[in-house]
Nanobody, 124 residues
Framework: QVQLVESGGGLVQAGGSLRLSCAAS????????MGWFRQAPGKEREFVAA????????YYADSVKGRFTISRDNTKNTVYLQMNILKPEDTAVYYC?????????????????WGQGTQVTVSS
């Protein structure tokens, strides 16, 4: 499988920006499609952004469209989530995840490998 490590979380004021990184190791990066999810305390894990299986299309939750951007650096086996115009409701633990199947990529159940998460806190 693949091992995933997130970084880049922290505390930021509303309107600010953060860039999350997800470094992958193990099997070749090209075998996986990557996505980002988040989970606030007491709430279910929710979809944020993802690449399609062939990396030719990106998908975003309505709540982050126009503010967040998913990207990748193949030479570093790293996926990024650029988060701009952050809002207090973006506060959550953010997870990157990998899948090899052809599910929608919009549900946690579509993914087989997960990182440990990185905390993002947005103050008012």
């Amino acid at each position: 499988q693949v091992q995933l490590v997130e970084s880049g979380g922290g505390l930021v004021q509303a309107g600010g920006s953060l860039r999350l990184s997800c470094a992958a190791s193990g099997r070749s990066f090209s075998y996986y499609a990557m996505g980002w999810f988040r989970q606030a305390p007491g709430k279910e894990r929710e979809f944020v952004a993802a690449f399609s299986r062939t990396y030719d299309t990106t998908y975003y939750a309505d709540s982050v469209k126009g503010r967040f951007t998913i990207s990748r650096d193949n030479t570093k086996n790293t996926v990024y989530l650029q988060m701009n115009i952050l809002k207090p409701e973006d506060t959550a633990v953010y997870y990157c995840a990998a899948r090899t199947g052809y599910g929608s990529g919009l549900r946690p159940a579509d993914y087989s490998s997960w990182g440990q998460g990185t905390q993002v806190t947005v103050s008012s």
